[in-house]
């Protein structure tokens, strides 16, 4: 099975400042890399999604991240954030074999102050 | 656009109780899945189904059953709701190993 790890329960930043959220995963095949979030009483919603091709992808709402296969690692970032951000982030992986299923981690909340 | 509607966004039952979940994707979608989701433990698979009448067990199915009769439908059912099945629970549709579309949510209520 796969294993996602969230290095962060909780992200406090200020309005304006750069944020990374932290994800590490742990697969010896090649997967699929996803971020997620949630706001407040809602569904998940796709923030954006590596398949293959350019390491770095870019997502909705000025979001990116970055795939290290060696560090099987996939951050995800925002140079600027905005209180509007504020919300929790999951990141999940599959294998193309696996039907669609995806392993998450277990969250990392981002709380931007004004 | 695509769409995963959840029958209720907010119930409370009673302990004991025969509890129904149910979604509905309109995206003609193999793959759907049901989670939970609980305060720091994210997102764990109750069910999830590949194909009508096709069902698989996830991480965490003790108490659960799922049903789908349709390949539009994935019905969640709780046999007798126990306190401790109080939590959110998500529904999600994918086409093959891609992303997932995620319903709304229902948060349930077992008093």
């Known amino acids: 099975a796969q294993s996602v790890t969230q290095l962060d329960s909780q992200v406090p930043v200020f309005e304006e400042a750069p944020v990374e959220l932290r994800c590490n995963y742990s697969s010896s095949v090649s997967v699929y890399l996803f971020w997620y979030v949630q706001y407040p009483n809602q569904g998940l919603q796709l923030l954006l999604k590596?398949?293959?091709?350019?390491?770095l992808v870019k997502g909705i709402n000025g979001f990116e991240a970055e795939f290290n296969k060696s560090q099987t690692s996939f951050h995800l970032r925002k140079p600027s954030v905005h209180i509007s951000d504020t919300a929790e982030y999951f990141c999940?992986?599959?294998?193309?074999?696996?039907?669609?299923?995806?392993?998450f981690g277990r969250g990392t909340q981002l709380t931007v102050w004004p | 656009d695509v769409k995963v509607t959840q029958s209720s966004r907010y119930l409370v039952k009673r302990t004991g109780e025969k509890v129904f979940l149910e979604c509905v994707q309109d995206?003609?979608?193999?793959?759907m899945f049901w989670y939970r989701q609980d305060p720091g433990l994210g997102l764990r698979l109750i069910y999830f189904?590949?194909?009508?009448?096709?069902?698989e067990k996830g991480d965490i199915p003790e108490g659960y059953s799922v049903s789908r009769e349709k390949k539009e439908r994935f019905s969640l059912i709780l046999e007798s709701a126990s306190t401790n099945q109080t939590s959110m629970y998500l529904c999600?549709?994918?086409?093959?190993?891609?992303?997932?579309?995620f319903g709304p949510g229902t948060r349930l209520t077992v008093t």
């Open positions: 189904s590949y194909d009508v009448k096709m069902k």
């Open positions: 999940a992986v599959t294998r193309g074999s696996t039907l669609g299923r995806l392993y």
């Open positions: 590596y398949l293959s091709g350019s390491t």
């Open positions: 999600a549709s994918t086409a093959r190993a891609n992303e997932q579309y």
């Open positions: 995206m003609d979608h193999e793959n």
